[in-house]
C-alpha cells in the first residue's frame, strides 16, 4: 500500500459524484458505493478524511433562482439537498464498516450533529470519517467555500476536488471539445486570472491566503484516491509558484 504524505485531508465530492453522469437518476446506489469502497481504501493508508457534499445532482441554488425562486429559499434548500447526499454516503460507509458521523451546519438534530470544529478533528483523530452538510450554512456561499473554509479550519493538508468525471483542469470542457488542454499544475493566480472555473473565487482566494494545496483528479479512475494522498502526480495540483 502506497505511503501517504498527507495525513489529513479534506475531500470535496461534488453532487455529480452520487449520480455517476447518469441523467436518470439523482443518486446512484452502485456509484456511491465504488465511491465508498474508494474512501476506504484511502482510509486504510491511516489518513484523517473528512468531506464536503454537493448537491448538483439534487438541486442548484443559482438555477432554481433563474427559474423564479428567492434566491436566499433556494440556497437554503441546496443545503438541505446535501443532507441528502451525507446520509446516503454514511449508510453506505457504515454498511462496509466505516464508522462515520455527519455534521451540518444548519441545525437538523434528528439526523446530524451540528458542525462543532474540535468534535469533528476528535471524530477524526478517532478514525472516523466526517461528512460535512449544509454548505457553510449561509445563503450566496458555494460548497466549493464550504469546502476551503472547512479544510482550513480543520487543520486539513490538502483539498481533494472531484468535478464532473474529469480528470483535472482543462482549459475548456474536455467532455465538449477533445482539443481541450489538461494542465498538470496551476499557480492559484493562474487558475484567477484564467478563469478556469476550478472553484468560485471565494473559495480559491481562501486557499491561495492560507497556502493549503488543491488537487483536482478523477475519484473514478483506479486508485486515483490514494495516488493523490501519496503525493504522486496526478490531475491537476494547484499551490503557490515556489512549490511548483
Known amino acids: 500500500m502506497a505511503q501517504a504524505r498527507y495525513k ?6 461534488s453532487g455529480e459524484a452520487f449520480k455517476g453522469g447518469k441523467a436518470d437518476t439523482d ?17 486504510d493508508m491511516h489518513v484523517q478524511i473528512a468531506i464536503v457534499v454537493g448537491a448538483g445532482n439534487i438541486w ?38 466505516v464508522e462515520t458521523r455527519v455534521q451540518s451546519a444548519l441545525n437538523i438534530q434528528q439526523v446530524s450533529e451540528p458542525f462543532i470544529r474540535r468534535r469533528a478533528i476528535r471524530h477524526m483523530e478517532k478514525g472516523r470519517v466526517v461528512i460535512l452538510a449544509s454548505g457553510t450554512g449561509n445563503p450566496y456561499m458555494t460548497t466549493d467555500t464550504a469546502a476551503a473554509l472547512r479544510a482550513i479550519e480543520l487543520g486539513a493538508e490538502v483539498l481533494l476536488m472531484t468535478k464532473n468525471c474529469v480528470d483535472g483542469v482543462y482549459d475548456s470542457d474536455p ?19 484564467m478563469r478556469l472555473n476550478v472553484m468560485d473565487t471565494t473559495a480559491l482566494s481562501l486557499c491561495m491566503d492560507n497556502k493549503l494545496p488543491i488537487i483536482v483528479f478523477n475519484l473514478q479512475a483506479e486508485h486515483s484516491m490514494e495516488s493523490a494522498i501519496g503525493g504522486k502526480y496526478i490531475g491537476t495540483l494547484i499551490n503557490n509558484e515556489e512549490d511548483l
Do not use: C, W
Open 8 to 13: 489529513r485531508i479534506l475531500l470535496k465530492l
Open 27 to 43: 443518486i446512484d446506489a452502485v456509484v456511491v458505493s465504488d465511491v465508498a469502497h474508494r474512501i476506504k481504501q484511502a482510509l
Open 60 to 97: 442548484r441554488g443559482a438555477t432554481a433562482e433563474k427559474a423564479g425562486f428567492d434566491r436566499v429559499t433556494a440556497d437554503y434548500a441546496g443545503m438541505l439537498a446535501t443532507v441528502i447526499n451525507a446520509l446516503a454516503l454514511q449508510d453506505t460507509l457504515e454498511k462496509i464498516g
Open 175 to 193: 467532455r465538449k471539445n477533445p482539443l481541450a488542454k489538461k494542465f498538470d499544475h496551476l499557480t492559484y493566480m493562474q487558475a484567477l486570472n
